[in-house]
């Protein structure tokens, strides 16, 4: 699925700013057919529940109403016109005045209407973007819905970072011409110095084809026809973690001689491969230092903001971290596109967080159920799971910042019923993209020795918390169980295994001599003995600390105002452990230890 771009044949409005606003209940029936009435106003792109000072938005569960007038340019006439959501989270409904044009779920990836006929060029119209914030036993991610004592309803969900919902992302108004350039795919390799760009380009109608690989100086260095193809690049400049290059591709639709749409695309020449223990990349080992993150700040929850966009890849680079996973769902392509330009090396991941009933479910003082049976997580979920996959793959599959996508965090992966769950899904993704390796980041229960799935996957990605979760307060016996553990998956899988998730919940101002949990001096001790044990372990290729920064939350007894597992605050100032992982990361640079 290609962003809308404005090229010489396409023009783009964005829609970001303040619309209308109000929950199901406030707007009242079918409140697309007239104004929202309230008087509320909301910011897009934002979550909206951190905006106002009322509880019953913060906490609504169902469907909210964003709402504004949108003047349709002049010289639109004979153009094919377009809506695009880039994120309704977690459901979306878009109507054109009184006409449902699009209806999409799943709240981390884009959808589009084709609204040519329904508008005007010239004139306006009335846009209302219905959103649903619900998640239950049969959506990605999933959670239960409640009714309390007081008939409110309310939204549990066995993920912990607060269920922030709305439009966090931009909303825009594109055309192209009638006969356009409708998806590209790009593979890349090399051989001895030369690059390989395997394109394929779908499009509209009978033009003909015509492609050209432009360098970062706006040299043409190769060309072709056709709507696939080979390009090939002498002497190749790789796309380097820490060293981006990009090249721009030129799809152009060409009908007797005149250009009918083109659309650019930044393609970075490199290779990804899986050999035995080692992640390569551009055939080198390739050791992940960094964190995973989440979209999150105050005030505006989960909405795309450019300015911690560029502020938190400073910190990166500050830190000397190569990578980040995209935990835990895919992020706004802006930030895959700075990956791209800045040489950060991505992990991809679904919004697949939380297929883990049995253990969350009991931790809520429920009575346990089964993850994996017709009445929890069942051949609906997993159908949900798979069109998630389809659509993070169709997305993000030409960014070369993603190496790897990951297709769930933490599933109970140790339960029966597992396997038949996740391995359609495996076989999907690589199927997708055979170009990619896969994984799922494995939950503190699932070992190597009652996991069901882990030898689905090309990576070994392990979330643990020797230290915190277990044995918390004493590095001694978890410095002893975390290397036992590794060393069991490194024999029994003799994959390469990275840490998807380690980390401590840190206040920031608390100090202690001893080892004392919560303090900055304990972070940092946990983090060095993670460390100790990774560098004796030879099939180890990463370390991804969890998290980049403080993050906000629902409510819960180990929660301080959010998760405080951040090297960074929530306002991103560092934490102590920040300089001590400063100095380890620009000491290995991409390499092992
Ligand atoms: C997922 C991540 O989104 N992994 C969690 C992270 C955390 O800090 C969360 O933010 O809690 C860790 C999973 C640990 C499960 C603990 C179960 C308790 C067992 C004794």
Not at 29 to 52: K, Q
Not at 232 to 251: I, K
Request: proline share 5%; charged share 25%.
């Amino acid at each position: 699925m290609l962003k809308p771009r404005a090229t010489p044949t396409r023009d783009l409005c964005n829609l970001d700013g303040l619309w209308g606003f109000a929950t199901d209940d406030q707007a009242g029936p079918d409140p697309w057919r007239s104004r929202l009435g309230l008087g509320l106003e909301v910011a897009v792109p934002a979550s909206y529940n951190d905006l106002f000072a009322d509880p019953a938005i913060r906490d609504h569960v169902g469907w909210v109403w964003y709402q504004r007038t949108v003047q349709v340019p002049r010289g639109w006439d004979g153009q094919r016109i377009v809506l695009r959501v880039d994120a309704a989270t977690h459901a979306g409904r878009v109507y054109v005045d009184d006409r449902l044009v699009a209806e999409h779920v799943g709240g981390y990836t884009p959808f589009e209407a084709d609204v040519t006929g329904l508008v005007t060029p010239g004139t306006a119209f009335r846009l209302t973007i219905g959103v649903n914030n619900e998640l239950t036993n049969v959506t990605i991610p999933p959670g239960t819905i409640t009714v309390g004592h007081d008939g409110r309803r309310r939204q549990r969900y066995h993920h912990d970072f607060f269920n922030y919902a709305g439009l966090a992302r931009s909303v825009w108004l594109y055309s192209t011409p009638v006969r356009h350039v409708t998806d590209i795919t790009v593979v890349t390799d090399t051989a001895d110095g030369v690059g390989f760009v395997d394109y394929a380009v779908d499009h509209e109608g009978t033009a003909d084809v015509v492609v050209r690989l432009r360098d970062a100086e706006g040299d043409v260095v190769a060309s072709g026809t056709g709507a696939t193809g080979r390009l090939s690049v002498p002497d190749a400049r790789l796309w380097q973690p820490g060293a981006a290059y990009l090249y721009e591709f030129e799809a152009e639709l060409v009908e007797q001689g005149e250009v009918v749409d083109t659309y650019p695309l930044a393609v970075g020449i490199r290779t990804v491969e899986v050999r035995g223990t080692q992640f390569l990349i551009n055939g080198e080992p390739f050791y992940f230092t960094g964190f995973g993150k989440h979209e999150d700040s105050p005030v505006r929850g989960k909405g795309h903001d450019d300015a911690y966009l560029v502020h938190d890849f400073q910190l990166l680079e500050w830190i000397g971290a190569n990578s980040f996973r995209t935990s835990h769902y895919p992020y706004a392509e802006e930030v895959l596109e700075f990956a791209d330009r800045h040489g950060i090396v991505v992990i991809d991941e679904t919004a697949a967080v939380g297929l883990n009933l049995s253990v969350t479910g009991g931790l809520l003082g429920a009575k346990p159920k089964p993850t994996f049976s017709p009445e929890t997580f069942n051949d609906e979920t997993q159908a949900a799971h798979a069109q998630h996959i389809r659509e993070l793959v169709a997305r993000d599959k030409n960014h070369p910042s993603v190496v790897m996508w990951c297709i769930a965090n933490e599933p109970a992966s140790h339960e029966e019923g597992a396997r038949k769950y996740f391995e359609p899904l495996v076989h999907l993704t690589h199927t997708l993209d055979p170009t990619r390796p896969v994984t799922s980041t494995a939950f503190l229960f699932a070992s190597y020795d009652n996991d069901l799935i882990a030898d689905l996957f090309d990576v070994v990605s392990l979330n643990r918390y020797y230290g915190w979760y277990i044995d918390n307060g004493d590095l001694a016996s978890a410095e002893h169980k975390l290397e036992a553990e590794l060393r069991g998956w490194a024999e029994t899988h003799g994959k390469p295994i990275i840490m998807g998730e380690y980390g401590a919940d840190t206040m920031p101002g608390l100090h202690s001599l001893w080892d004392v949990p919560w303090t900055e001096e304990y972070q940092v001790a946990y983090l060095e003995m993670n460390h100790r044990v990774f560098d004796r372990i030879e099939a180890f290729v990463g370390e991804h600390v969890w998290n980049f920064a403080d993050f906000g939350t629902g409510p819960g007894i180990h929660r301080v105002d959010g998760n405080k597992k951040g090297i960074f605050t929530r306002d991103r100032r560092p934490k102590a452990a920040a300089h001590a992982l400063r100095a380890r990361w620009t000491r290995l640079g991409n390499h092992k230890p």
